[in-house]
């Protein structure tokens, strides 16, 4: 298989980048450097000069991503490249619905106009467990069949290209030239690659593991907790943190698992939630900083509590998480923030 990975040059997209390189396989990363960085692309191309290239684009400029389609002969693609914050999402939803969906179909044009007009054989979607909003009581942890109701324009986002990518799997279907279509609805990704090479450097930087860290590091004063009247043990939400790890094995299983014709959507997460105060402890704990934190109102568009039921991933795909210590995980945020304090250099 040869792999177009958009987003290659982000957190989730980088870690991605770097497995399947290891795995032998021969790599395009994508993407626009809005949030991603140069350095982690440099890093993989000094790795691996003849498996890896970084083309520098947007996903959505349908022109130039066939062109790379065609010339690199690529015939799987993961797309990771998307906005990704509940919150921005609520403040600027028409920016999320623009780049998540207007420039994926364009994405989307050009992997079905590639391999001169066959289209790609494999897609592997990011999507993410903000699709399932609130779900009801009895749906947690979270199976793949909960209702989808997203809380928020992001959540909407990764909903309406599940649909869009259904339709076009179904299309291929009807033209006897099927293809293999797998979406992972990730949980809290966290954690970075243990070798410490690659980490996860966002500008903002608004995910509560790293922020914590950054809070411990003192490259903040303090931090604030989002709501903490949720009807939930310590009044705080609960989340699924899975390590990249982890969720990167989720995605070779699946590009090796699913079959042609086949649309399968599996939840990424390993079943057990933290709340935001349990995390705050361990970050606590690895850090040995007793940093500032405040009480704050809720940020509009948090669900209350979304932890996965891992079980359909585990049956179909084999795939069970590695690291599910959080402190594991946290440690391994900590280890590459305290030792990049400015991030990247590019
Ligand atoms: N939180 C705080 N203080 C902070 C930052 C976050 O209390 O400074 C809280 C949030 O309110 C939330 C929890 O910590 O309850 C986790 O927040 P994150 O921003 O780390 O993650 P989200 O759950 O909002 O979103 C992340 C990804 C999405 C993904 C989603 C699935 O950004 O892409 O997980 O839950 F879809």
């Given amino acids: 298989m040869r792999i177009l990975v958009t987003g290659g ?15 032998g396989y021969h790599i395009v990363a994508l993407d626009n450097l809005h949030r991603g960085h140069r350095e982690p692309m440099e890093i993989l191309k000094g790795a691996h000069p003849e498996s890896f290239e970084f083309v520098h684009a947007d996903l959505g400029d349908q022109s130039q991503v066939l062109q790379v389609l065609d010339e690199h002969e690529l015939d799987t693609v993961m797309h990771f490249g998307a906005l990704a914050y509940v919150g921005e999402s609520v403040e600027d939803p028409l920016w999320y619905y623009q780049n998540n969906i207007a420039q994926a179909i364009g994405l989307l044009q050009a992997c079905d106009q590639s391999r001169g007009g066959k289209g790609i054989e494999r897609f592997i979607f990011s ?30 986002t990764k909903l309406h290209m599940e649909h869009i990518l259904k339709d076009y799997a179904n299309s291929r ?35 509560l593991i790293p922020v914590a860290i950054n809070a411990a590091l003192g490259k903040r004063e303090s931090m604030s907790i989002f709501g903490t009247d949720y009807p939930t043990p310590d009044g705080t939400n609960i989340r699924d943190y899975v390590h990249v790890e ?20 599996f939840n990424v997460g390993i079943g057990k939630g933290y709340s935001v105060r349990e995390i705050l402890d361990a970050v606590k704990r690895v850090s ?14 948090d669900a209350i509590a979304l932890y996965n039921d891992p079980t359909k991933i585990k049956a179909k795909l084999g795939w069970d998480a590695k690291i599910t ?15 990049h304090p400015n991030g990247y250099a590019s």
């Fill in 9 to 23: 040059a982000g957190y989730i997209g980088s870690h991605a980048c770097q497995r399947l390189l290891r795995d």
């Fill in 127 to 156: 999507s993410s467990c903000a699709t399932y909003g609130d779900p009801p009581d009895d749906m947690i942890p979270v199976p793949e069949h909960c209702p989808q109701n997203p809380t928020s324009p992001y959540g909407y």
């Fill in 173 to 207: 279907a009807m033209k006897n030239n099927p293809i293999a279509l797998t979406m992972l609805r990730y949980f809290n990704v966290a954690g970075s690659d243990r070798t410490g090479m690659l980490g996860e450097d966002h500008e903002p930087e608004t995910h």
């Fill in 246 to 265: 982890d969720l990167v094995s989720a995605h070779v299983l699946a590009m090796n698992s699913t079959k042609q014709g086949e649309v399968e959507a």
């Fill in 288 to 301: 040995g900083v007793d940093f500032t934190i405040h009480d704050a109102p809720r940020r509009a568009g």
């Fill in 325 to 339: 210590d959080i402190d594991e995980v946290v440690k391994d945020a900590f280890d590459w923030i305290k030792a």
